[in-house]
């Protein structure tokens, strides 16, 4: 079956997630792992908070691939970041930190064993998956910020150019690491966002398109605030440090599985971050 997908709210059937076996702050790669540097993680029970995340997608339905992991790679649980699937299939982009170098030849391995087609390969440029968000179907914001650069989103323009999809280049502060911690369409018509960090443009074009927006702080941003995970029918997967977003989604009429992610969102990424989709409906 062909790996797809064009929204960020439709049913999600296939996923890929990485296992934080060997997650430690080395050297930090963004502001979040500077913080909790000293303390660092605790990776056993990073684990078992990554466990309960598996049990949470299982239990609705979602078949989850685990990809294979290797010492050499300790932030590899953050797998959105190797690219995007788009409607030609799996799209891998170019990591910005040499520390991520090699993630992408692992997870190569894990695609050939579950037969996964991947479509493209970035190799000039860079491009993350944490800067690619659907709108809708037929359009598609592109963080620019330190982790994505104007190259790799030429080459993603030319990957969607014959698919009538508009891409829309959001410039943002380097400080943000990636458009899904301020930016998160969650909902066909809802998205989580900053609206202080973002350039008016990407917000007004929410607004064009009605979207019902859930707003925060530039403090709550560095607490994953806006990086949840839409799994489908209204249902999102959610954490403890966003109980205030949660309740605003529930009065919207979702559905919100509130996860215990304290240890593991110290690597600098929320369930977002964790997830690489390789199926929705």
Known sequence: ?????????????????CQPDYLKILQPINVIQEKHSVNNI?????????????????????????????????????????????????????FFSPLRWGEHRLIEQTFQEEDIYIYDKHTEGTFEGGDFMYIDENTVAIGIGIRTDLVGVRQLENTLSDLGIEVIPVDFPEEYLHLDMIMNVIGEKTAVLCEEALPTHIVD???????????????????????????????????????DINEQLQQLGFRVIQLNLKEVLKSGGGPRCMSFPLLRE
């Open 205 to 243: 074009t929410l607004k064009e398109k009605d979207f019902t927006l859930i707003n925060v702080s530039k403090e709550d941003v560095f607490l994953h605030k806006c990086n949840l995970l839409s799994i489908g029918d209204n249902t999102i997967i959610s954490h403890n440090q966003a109980e």
């Open 42 to 94: 605790d990776t056993e029970l990073a684990c078992k908070e990554h466990q309960q995340f598996i049990k949470a997608l299982e239990d609705e339905g979602v078949e989850v691939i685990l990809g294979k992991n290797h010492e050499r790679y300790p932030y590899e649980v953050n797998t959105r970041d190797l690219g995007v699937t788009t409607p030609k299939g799996i799209v891998f982009g170019r």
């Open 1 to 17: 079956m062909l790996n797809y997908q064009r929204n960020e709210y439709g049913k999600l059937k296939k996923v890929l997630l």
